[in-house]
């Protein structure tokens, strides 16, 4: 090689290195958000339908679709309050048709030109969250870079844990989790950045009060500016989500904190409390122009919590320069000035505990709620994300690798910096007080987990950055001028980062979540049922005729009422059902329900489906009407009377029930009022099919079958007056008893998945173990078989009157039975029991019409569970049947009409039986089927596990 040769080739090697030290760390940083992008879009057809229409994972992301989707036929305007939702008051949702939805509906906007079509909205629904996800991999890499002194290496660290972790980061950002959690954690990670380089500048310009005073504004103006853009991107986290106001108290102990580390250090404080007065002011400002309700008690609303704290955080700031001029001035110890703050700041909560209770109790509620696990409620824990993590260091050790050990070992480092003769500047302060709540959040609640790889990623960074250093190595050094020791360091630290995150070492890997991603179970089991809810009744505001429809379009705009309840007009309505359904009431089927993952009405929902008895529950549904809160006592009884009369009081007409409700849900429904949970179930002998062994399992009792939940859904509302089954799915599950070796599990479900001509084949074998054993090789044990989910709807129900003379009145009983089939082709038969009169009359009042001639354009129902003939009303008189055969029309079962039953004539039992009138009647004169054990029909159940409530995310999550 000549030596022109070698000197261009050793001149282009110098090209690629001096490439690769300028531009070597943007490039990997890219790749990295490349395939951070990749892995979130996996699964992305798995959401868009061949219909056309999307779907979504987490129950939260459908209500993000209404926000959204109302929005854009409103735009650029959010929804004030929401009358779909929340019957009968309606609902304020705080945190929905925020920055968030604004962020998707511009996208949906750019995509479609000026001009979305649905389609547009759909695919900004299903890209925008991963793209604010790989987002966030931007101010990752500038924070952990600055903490580290300017280490590229720790901010590309950072990126690679925040890239790789199969965790609840990842989980809440793929296609299809249309929610704004993903939008929290750029907002705060762009916050946190805002704030750290406010403090550096504040530190290098030093900004005191003298400058003010002598309103020498231009060694003032760049700490003013990029204070007041932190200010800015506190707003826009605030604007995200309203309970980032627990952020703000995170930075109020921050400055409260490194104001006193500061002036120990012999330093005054002022620049520290400039950024922080600054930073606070504006989203004080802000958020009163965002100002929705005048209240201290919902964190998740825009209201007066937000500017309150915000403004608290500045004068507690301005405050304590203050008190450390004062303190010098006085020569006072500079050692006794800590003690000092905590003092007054407790003397300001006790202040603000008499002044503002409301304040106060939101305060130390959110506190200890939301940020140390130490008072989580009881019906909260129903929720599922808000659920403390079972095993924290394993969890972590999942998401994170030896992040978690990595951060601990970072925390140590940075707390020690002034031990080790290493600066410790403002930003430490600030990354080890947020590392350590964010800790204690993540320990409280698994929601927050979502956050916990922001300090889990930033300080291992910080602290692979620190062991790099150790090492001496650099990215642009040749390879010979490595040591074989570095080589070695180099090698273990590529293991602790990337071996615990390889596909081959861990089956739960980004790759492997990305591609799971899908569509979530409840939204799609609810399709068909609330298909039928949109196809087959009343508009809102029509129902029995109103003709007020107009008065309640789906994207009209409705202001918040003055005292937070909307007026409906006449024909509105509601569909009782259990709140994780809420939102899929609104979005697919367009109807108002009365809870919702708000958890809005979750106690009167949970007394109506817990009610011992169908009076308890129509009695609930009255005091709704009246604007009442109705609870159940201990024993199942409401602990106020319902009215003898109330106008309304059949505007919740609808009830949806699926399996869940009255399987895994059904714990969560009973924490919310009544009864102990512990009532609805007993140990019990079953046999396991053993050479007739039994063992004793917990399994449902009486008092669990009682509740109006599972004498709606396992009976189909045999034998009530006023509800009829109007729909089921054509898709089937079973409930039952789950085996276990600490004595079973009593309510559980699965869905089987399949429709009622297969389903039809495992009803015989269902029907046969449900008393005499387990199920499937001693696993199950009191299945049950039903559709997945049903719709009722509440009536005034007709009246069958009749007058049967001669007999034995004492002994005498009277029956109506309907043999009625829904329309995946079940059939069942329902009856009613009445006793006869001393005079010989009876009154027997029945739900179902054996006729269908109203439907919704009338403001009625079109239910798809029709009558295979007519009643069939017996009369039995010792051992003589009498029998007689009436019609009954619909308007009878809306008007509450009497019919009267007439031309009986006398019967054999032998014929009942040929008729296949046994459903109806036994020997003994009680109800037919085959009765178990308790004395409860046959003809559906089911049982599940647990307390499952989602949620959120619910939302989610």
Known sequence: MSGETAEATALQVDDVYAFVERYGHLVLVGLLMVFM???????????????????????????????????????????????????????????????????????????????????????????????????????????AKKVAGGSRVAGLVAVIFLALSPGEFLRRSTAGQFQHHVAEVLFMAVALLAIIVALRVAEREKPIWELVEAREWEPLKEPATYSALAGVALCLYLWTWPPAVMFVAILGVFFAVHLCIEFLRGVSPDHVAFVGVISMVVPTLFMLVMLDVFTFTSETSFGLLQPTVSALVAIGCLFMAWLAREWDARDIERTYYPGAIVGIALGGLLVLWVAVPDLYSTLVGNFTSRIMPIGPSETGLTVQEVQPPDEFVARATREFGMGLYLFIIGLVLLVARPVMGERFRAEHTLVVVWSLFLLSMAMTQVR??????????????????????????????????????????????????????????????????????????????????????????????????????????????????????????????????????????????????????????ARSSSAYLQAPDEATANGVLDLIATGEDPRLDDTGGLTQEPPESVEGGDQMPYVMIDYKMVGSKFGAISQWTGPDPEVYSSPKPIDIGIEDQEETFVAANDEFYDTQVASLYLEDADGMENYRLVHETDRFAMVAGVATQQGGVPFWGTDLGIGWDEAAQHEPVIDQHRDEGMLYGGEYYEPHLASAVKTFERVEGATLDGQFDGIDVENATVEASLELETEPGRTFVYTQQAEIADDGGFSVTVPYATEETLGPEDGFTESTVTANGSYQVIVQDGETFYSSEVDVPEPAIYDGDEITVSDFEEIDFDDLIDDGADNATDENGDAGGDDDENGDADNGGENGDGNDADGADTNDE
């Open 37 to 143: 992008l990749w892995v979130r879009l996996l699964n992305y057809g798995v959401f868009r339908r061949d219909d056309g229409s999307v779907t979504f994972t987490a129950i939260d992301s459908w209500y993000h679709w209404r926000a959204t989707d109302w929005m854009v036929e409103n735009y650029p305007r959010s929804m004030p309050f929401e009358v779909y939702t929340g019957f009968p008051t309606g609902n304020y949702v705080g945190q929905f048709g925020t920055l968030f939805d604004h962020i998707v509906v511009t996208v949906a906007m750019v995509i479609g030109l000026g001009d979305p079509s649905q389609s547009d909205v759909q695919m900004a629904a299903l890209i925008v969250v991963p793209i604010l996800a790989v987002l966030v991999a931007i101010p990752v890499y500038l924070i």
């Open 448 to 601: 927050f987990w979502y956050y916990f790889v922001l300090p889990i990623a930033i300080v291992s960074g910080y602290t692979i950055g620190v062991a790099v250093d150790l090492i001496d190595v650099r990215l642009t050094d040749r390879v010979s001028d490595v040591g074989a020791y570095q080589v070695l360091a180099i090698v273990l630290v590529l293991t602790v980062l990337f071996v615990p995150f390889a596909p081959m070492v861990n089956d739960v890997n980004a790759i492997n979540v990305g591609e799971q991603a899908g569509p979530s179970h409840d939204s799609i089991l609810w399709e068909d049922a609330n298909e039928f809810m949109a196809e087959n009744t009343p508009e809102p505001g029509n129902l029995y005729g109103a003709g007020h429809d107009d008065e309640l379009d789906y994207y009209e705009r409705y202001s918040y009422p003055d005292d937070g309840n909307f007026e409906y007009p006449e024909g509105a309505y509601g569909v009782m059902s259990w709140w994780d359904y809420g939102h899929l009431i609104t979005t697919q089927a367009e109807r108002i329900p009365h809870s919702n993952p708000f958890q809005q009405h």
